[in-house]
């Protein structure tokens, strides 16, 4: 089975900056989006950046000019640079990765999340 599993959250001070992974393992055939989303408390979790099959991004306004998404396909990993945070950025980070798993049908799969606290 696939899995996915993000990593490289933490506590950090306005203004400095994270690198989140997701990694899928498993039987992968492709993987054909990435995406990541966060949920803030209190609120519902809203898109943040998605990368595709061929390198396209997308941001939620919010944090274009300051987090910068990317893929590594002999991983299987994407990445989420995050530069000067903001209080407002501090949520759970959950990787969400449309893909095709070995000899099986187009599927998506949650990681389970990783926390990210922007301290003033």
């Known amino acids: 089975q696939v899995q996915l599993v993000e990593s490289g959250g933490g506590l950090v001070q306005a203004g400095g900056s994270l690198r989140l992974s997701c990694a899928a393992s498993?039987?992968?055939?492709?993987?054909?989006?990435m995406t990541w989303f966060r949920q803030a408390p209190g609120k519902q979790r809203e898109l943040v950046a998605i990368?595709?099959?061929?390198?396209?991004?997308n941001y939620a306004d919010s944090v274009k000019g300051r987090f910068a998404v990317s893929r590594d396909n002999a991983k299987n990993t994407t990445y989420l640079q995050m530069n000067s945070l903001k209080p407002e950025d501090t949520a759970v980070y959950y990787c969400?990765?449309?893909?095709?798993?070995?000899?099986?049908?187009?599927?998506?799969?949650w990681g389970p999340g990783t926390q990210v606290t922007v301290s003033s």
């Open positions: 969400y990765a449309v893909l095709t798993p070995l000899g099986s049908r187009l599927s998506a799969d």
């Open positions: 498993g039987r992968i055939f492709s993987i054909n989006q």
């Open positions: 990368v595709t099959s061929t390198d396209r991004t």
